[in-house]
């Protein structure tokens, strides 16, 4: 199995098995109480083999800000001198000036001011799978068949 293949395999293979792991999650989470562990065994040879413990934690109590502007509102109204007033560009004047410089390959208004903070950034390239329409059907048949090792895809031979 080549790199590009392995890559392939393991990316479907994942969003599936990470589909899988959600509904499986909230389905043990609804079994369990907080606080609870319990091991998990699978048998092997007549004989119980224990290969993990889920536990369930209880939940954490803390205090945070929900309503981050009423709760600037009443510190502005009942202790101003605890305010820092930090000025912020409003959002679709920000996105004009971007379109203005994608527009001239250059940070510049129209008028010609050179405008600082603004630059031209490339991001990063990545690998993506696009899988066929019947992908995990092809991998069920590849498998079944002996073609397909998923032990070397998982690395455990």
């Known amino acids: 199995m080549d790199n590009m293949q392995r890559f392939v395999l393991s990316d479907i293979i994942t969003k599936k098995i990470t589909a899988g792991n959600k509904e499986n999650k909230a389905a043990v989470e609804e079994e369990m109480l907080p606080g609870d562990r319990k091991a998990v065994a699978f048998g092997k040879g007549g004989e119980a083999v224990v290969i993990a413990a889920v536990t369930r934690t209880k939940p954490r109590e803390s205090w945070k800000v929900t309503d981050e502007a009423e709760f600037t509102k009443w510190v502005h109204q009942n202790h101003p001198d605890k305010v820092q007033m930090v000025p912020v560009p409003k959002e679709w004047f920000v996105k004009s000036l971007l379109e ?21 950034v490339t991001g990063t390239s990545y690998a993506s799978v696009k899988p066929e329409k019947d992908a995990l059907e092809l991998i069920r048949g590849l498998v079944a068949s002996g073609e397909l090792n998923m032990g070397e895809l998982l690395a455990i031979e």
């Open 100 to 120: 203005q410089a994608a527009a001239n390959d250059f940070a510049v208004t129209d008028d010609g001011e050179e405008i600082p903070g603004i630059e031209k």
